[in-house]
């Protein structure tokens, strides 16, 4: 589980996006999309980041 992160994640993330070839994409979500925004700034086209409620 040495590999399993929210950064890990959005590096996953951003191998899916050049799989299916976009340059930027279009994020709904919480904190995997702000690690994502904060990771990789110019491949995001637009985001909505929801507030978690506990």
Do not use: Q
Not at 1 to 14: C, G, I, Q, Y
Not at 29 to 44: E, Q
């Amino acid at each position: 589980m040495a590999h399993v992160s929210t950064a890990d994640n959005a590096r996953d993330l951003d191998l899916l996006r050049a799989a299916v070839g976009e340059e930027k994409i279009s994020y709904y979500g919480t904190s995997l999309g702000a690690t994502y925004i904060n990771m990789f700034p110019d491949r995001v086209r637009a985001a909505v980041l929801a507030a978690c409620r506990t």
